[in-house]
């Protein structure tokens, strides 16, 4: 079945630091890739996406490229602030380019950053 | 911005109690999730809705588990005879094709 692996956690980083959360996957046929964010206290929010290899997905600085050879989804950011402190993960979707599949998320990655 | 509502946030049970989990899902959305993440591990898909019918479930999803659609705005999730290893976070999501909006979670404690 599909399967998703994420860094060990928890990451702490100062501001203004590079940013780097690995995501790798096992998929049969080709599934959409996705990092969600978890602020504390609140749900889950799409953060960025990608549906097909070699697609960057990016927002609020951050980045990821779909590298269909290496399997892998690595999420990254140039420089960190205090408000990225939040709980990241890595997921796919074997619904093609829809999202109705349901989705196989990475364990998650704590990440603070300090001032 | 429209919004996944979930409540209640807290729900504390009895072993063998029945619980219901309501969500009021994005207006417009037309497929209902519900996933489950046990403290310290992964967030687990439980099953999908569409269409007044359950489109996939995962093993968890057992005879204990129900959803329903009871009219046009909620979405539960019932667990007839809650067990202690029900205690988790459930997120419902709802979506329109792309991508899946999360609520924030009820955390079901069963003691």
């Known amino acids: 079945g599909n399967s998703v692996t994420q860094m060990e956690g928890p990451v702490t980083l100062s501001e203004e630091a590079f940013l780097t959360i690995n995501c790798t996957y096992t998929a049969t046929g080709y599934p959409s890739l996705f990092w969600y964010v978890q602020y504390p206290g609140e749900g889950l929010q799409l953060l960025l996406k990608?549906?097909?290899?070699?697609d960057k997905g990016s927002n609020k600085g951050f980045e990821a490229t779909y590298r269909k050879e290496t399997t892998s989804f690595h999420l990254e950011k140039g420089s960190v602030q205090v408000s990225d402190s939040a709980v990241y993960f890595c997921?796919?979707?074997?619904?093609?380019?829809?999202?109705?599949?349901?989705?196989?998320f990475g364990q998650g990655t704590i990440l603070t950053v300090h001032p | 911005e429209p919004e996944v509502t979930q409540t209640p946030s807290h729900q504390v049970t009895q072993m063998g109690q029945e619980v219901i989990l309501r969500c009021v899902p994005i207006?417009?959305?037309?497929?209902f999730y519900w996933y489950r993440q046990i403290l310290g591990q992964k967030v687990e898909f439980l099953v999908s809705f569409y269409n007044n019918e359950i489109s996939e479930k995962s093993e968890i999803f057992d005879d204990q588990f129900s959803v329903e659609r009871p009219d046009g705005s909620n979405f539960t999730l019932k667990i007839r005879s809650t067990k202690l290893e029900d205690s988790a976070m459930y997120f419902c999501?709802?979506?329109?094709?792309?991508?899946?909006?999360f609520g924030p979670g009820t955390r079901l404690l069963v003691l």
């Open positions: 207006s417009n959305h037309l497929y």
């Open positions: 990608a549906t097909k290899a070699d």
């Open positions: 999501a709802s979506s329109s094709g792309a991508p899946q909006y």
């Open positions: 997921a796919l979707s074997d619904g093609g380019g829809t999202s109705y599949g349901k989705l196989t």
